[in-house]
T-cell receptor, first 116, second 113 residues
Framework: AQSVAQPEDQVNVAEGNPLTVKCTYS??????LFWYVQYPNRGLQFLLK??????LVKGSYGFEAEFNKSQTSFHLKKPSALVSDSALYFC??????????????FGKGTKLSVKP | DVKVTQSSRYLVKRTGEKVFLECVQD?????MFWYRQDPGLGLRLIYF???????EKGDIPEGYSVSREKKERFSLILESASTNQTSMYLC????????????FGEGSRLTVL
């Protein structure tokens, strides 16, 4: 079965420092991986995706993610955190075997807190 | 700008009431989804639809039904609301190919008393 794990419930970072939000996946075959962000009482916003090609994917708001096939990871990164980056972050993998066309399987989310 | 619109942001209902959550997308997407989001559980798929009048059960369909009479509209129905259905409900849509991302609405926060 396909799955996504976000091992940290919360990540705390000081403003200006680099941030990493971790994600590992378990799939058969090549994974299609996504990151989303959710601000309080809002829907999810798409940040970036990995389908194929370069392992370093750049996305919205200065975020990037590195696909590592040997470690089955897709960690989200940003060189310099902003207070406004504080939000809930979800990693997801495309469900291509479950019969639910286009569905994403989501991790449980990681709350990012950036302090001034 | 692409848009998924959920008609109600906040609802308060009583146990046993029938609840309709409406979702409309303007991107001509084939796929539409209803998720519920609960703290510590992430997003769980309730139902999805890949075409008009077509629907498939997700991971937690019990207590819910859906309707898709037009391509742009996907409705979630709680026939008899219960307190354990208090949650945030998220609608999403995507195009028909596997590499497309999901576009989400703003969410509907339902409280059942």
């Amino acid at each position: 079965a396909q799955s996504v794990a976000q091992p940290e419930d919360q990540v705390n970072v000081a403003e200006g420092n680099p941030l990493t939000v971790k994600c590992t996946y378990s799939v058969s075959g090549n994974p299609y991986l996504f990151w989303y962000v959710q601000y309080p009482n809002r829907g999810l916003q798409f940040l970036l995706k990995y389908i194929t090609g370069d392992n370093l994917v750049k996305g919205s708001y200065g975020f990037e993610a590195e696909f590592n096939k040997s470690q089955t990871s897709f960690h989200l990164k940003k060189p310099s955190a902003l207070v406004s980056d504080s939000a809930l972050y979800f990693c997801a993998v495309r469900d291509i075997y479950g019969g639910s066309q286009g569905n994403l399987i989501f991790g449980k989310g990681t709350k990012l807190s950036v302090k001034p | 700008d692409v848009k998924v619109t959920q008609s109600s942001r906040y609802l308060v209902k009583r146990t046993g009431e029938k609840v309709f959550l409406e979702c409309v997308q303007d991107m001509d997407h084939e796929n539409m989804f209803w998720y519920r989001q609960d703290p510590g559980l992430g997003l769980r798929l309730i139902y999805f639809s890949y075409d008009v009048k077509m629907k498939e059960k997700g991971d937690i369909p019990e207590g819910y039904s859906v309707s898709r009479e037009k391509k742009e509209r996907f409705s979630l129905i709680l026939e008899s609301a219960s307190t354990n259905q208090t949650s945030m409900y998220l609608c999403a849509s995507s195009s028909g190919h596997n590499t497309g991302e999901l576009f989400f609405g703003e969410g509907s926060r339902l409280t059942v008393l």
